[in-house]
């Protein structure tokens, strides 16, 4: 069954501080794994999307690994600030399909 | 461009009357989407469609649900009659149309949250 995990549920962190998320996935055939954003009362925003081939992609502060043979991903937040208090969600495409399976999301709150 | 964009941006309605959701996509996607997210079960996929034809409405949960695409820049989701648990935020994506990177970004709209009494 294709299935997308994300740990932790939920993480406190001090402004300033870097936090890493994890997501371990069990889709097949895999096709790509995204990381997305989504800010209390909005919609997903993508942060990154990387294929089989890609180890790591950035944007900005927030660096996403994949390790395509462990079917596991990272997704590292550098020098946190009070605007990256979030949902983040890991979301997994399976071989080119427009179907994705999502995680249930890590909520990250930034605090003064 | 204005991104997706979905109204109402809030619904509360009482148990048994039809809600009806719209969405525009963003100019020249070839994909839409609908999905529902709560915090019980996360975000998923409800119906897609592809040039304003369904693809795959195997998410639609019940014969309540219904999904129309009249045109390439506006989709309806209807719920008759709704029920209190088909509260939940839905929300709008859009698409274009698989590459060769399979990159298929989807770009979503800020969701309606609809409430049923």
């Known amino acids: 069954k294709n299935q997308v995990e994300q740990s932790p549920q939920s993480l406190i962190i001090l402004e300033g501080k870097n936090c890493t998320l994890q997501c371990n996935y069990t889709v097949s055939p895999f096709s790509n794994l995204r990381w997305y954003k989504q800010d209390t009362g909005r919609g997903p925003v993508s942060l990154t999307i990387?294929?089989?081939?890609?180890n790591t992609k950035s944007n900005g502060r927030y660096t996403a690994t994949l390790d395509a043979d462990t079917k596991q991903s990272s997704l590292h937040i550098t020098a946190s600030q009070l605007s990256d208090s979030a949902s983040y969600i890991c979301v997994v495409s399976a071989s080119s399909s427009y179907k994705l399976i999502f995680g249930s999301g890590t909520r990250l709150l930034v605090r003064p | 461009d204005a991104g997706v964009i979905q109204s109402p941006r809030h619904e509360v309605t009482e148990m048994g009357q039809e809600v009806t959701l719209r969405c525009k996509p963003i100019s020249g996607h070839d994909y839409l989407f609908w999905y529902r997210q709560t915090m019980m079960r996360g975000l998923e996929l409800l119906i897609y469609?592809?040039?304003?034809?369904?693809?795959?409405d195997s998410g639609m949960p019940e014969d309540r649900f219904s999904a129309k695409m009249p045109n390439a820049s506006f989709s309806t989701l209807k719920i008759q009659p709704s029920e209190p648990r088909d509260s939940a935020v839905y929300f709008c994506?859009?698409?274009?149309?698989?590459?060769?990177?399979?990159?298929?970004?989807?770009?979503f709209g800020p969701g309606t949250r609809l409430t049923v009494l």
């Open positions: 469609f592809n040039n304003n034809v369904p693809i795959d």
């Open positions: 994506a859009s698409s274009f149309p698989l590459a060769g990177g399979l990159r298929n970004e989807q770009f």
């Open positions: 990387m294929t089989f081939s890609e």
